[in-house]
């Protein structure tokens, strides 16, 4: 009824607040996050704005401990907001190719595992923030040239 898809909704409530619910042996009536609040966390993530294993382990756990604060003025606080930007997430694959050209030798040769070592390092240095699925896109163009 707040706006979120249902499917993403459906798998918050039986995945996080769910565990959350557990965890606590408390019931949904206890649960102190707004239902207005989760679909915020939802659409967010379905706008490729925050990344859901951010969403699941930070944001939630920081409005759990400050139910009455919003969602997205938290994730940009925390800077905990997925960077988008196709230019400053090449920039940061440059530097990461730039640090292994050895991996990056070994990938073209064949190795394919590396990938995930690349974005790894991407994802370090972006503290989190790099959109994955941009990096990979990236990434792979890079590394097929």
């Known amino acids: 009824k707040k706006g979120a898809k249902p499917k993403p909704a459906a ?13 606590n042996n408390t019931g949904i009536d206890q649960f102190q996050i707004l239902p207005q609040k989760t679909s915020v966390i ?3 993530i379905d706008e490729g ?11 939630f756990s920081a409005l759990i401990e400050t139910p009455d604060k919003d969602p997205e003025q938290v994730a ?4 905990w907001l997925q960077n988008s930007n196709s230019n400053g997430i090449e920039n940061l694959i440059d530097q990461v190719l730039r640090k292994f ?7 073209k040769k064949g190795k394919k595992g590396l990938m995930g070592l690349f974005v790894g390092e991407v994802m370090k240095l972006s503290k989190g923030t ?3 699925k941009m990096t990979n896109d990236i990434l792979s163009k890079k590394l097929k040239s």
């Open 11 to 23: 798998n918050w409530m039986l995945g996080p607040i769910k565990s959350w619910l557990n965890e």
């Open 42 to 44: 939802i659409k967010m």
């Open 49 to 59: 704005r925050l990344s859901f294993s951010i969403a699941s382990s930070k944001l």
């Open 76 to 79: 940009t606080e925390e800077n």
């Open 101 to 107: 050209p050895e991996k990056v030798s070994d990938y």
């Open 130 to 132: 790099a959109d994955p």
